[in-house]
């Protein structure tokens, strides 16, 4: 699929599964920071994000390379506690949905328009409200 954002601005996220396979140089994901860039889109992922992607066997010199080119967003306490408002708004518990009401709210933070790559777009959407367009990688 050749990647189409909506409009030239604005903000790409990715979630775990989205940085991880920019780390590995997948094909679609590369695309959409490819078009990211050339729109002068910011491209955007959470702190808490890297706890998922960091592991003994996760290649750190492309993972380093990948993170010069994306902003890694901290988890302020506004964030955190607009995360947990997410949470309570969509009836989830966040003991399983804590990481990704965090990336939602980052995203909702964000200059828009913003899209996110996710492989979780069901929870992505459910939290987000619709205010961002979600896309599964």
């Known amino acids: 699929m050749t990647p189409s954002l909506p409009t030239s601005g604005g903000t790409l996220v990715v979630d775990s599964e989205g940085l991880s396979k920019a780390v590995l140089r997948d094909r679609e994901v590369t695309g959409w920071l490819a078009v990211a860039q050339a729109d002068d889109m910011r491209v955007v992922t959470s702190a808490a994000t890297l ?9 750190r010199p492309a993972l380093e390379w990948t993170l010069s080119r994306i902003i890694v967003e901290p988890v302020s306490e506004p964030i955190a506690r607009h995360a947990a408002a997410l949470l309570a708004g969509a009836g989830l518990h966040g003991h399983k949905y804590a990481i990704d009401a965090i990336l939602c709210a980052t995203a909702l933070a964000a200059p828009g328009p913003v899209t996110a790559l996710t492989s979780d777009p069901e929870d992505l959407t459910a939290l987000c409200g619709g205010r961002v367009t979600v896309i599964k990688v």
Request: no cysteine; glycine share 0%.
């Open 51 to 59: 706890v998922e992607v960091v592991h003994p066997r996760t290649n």
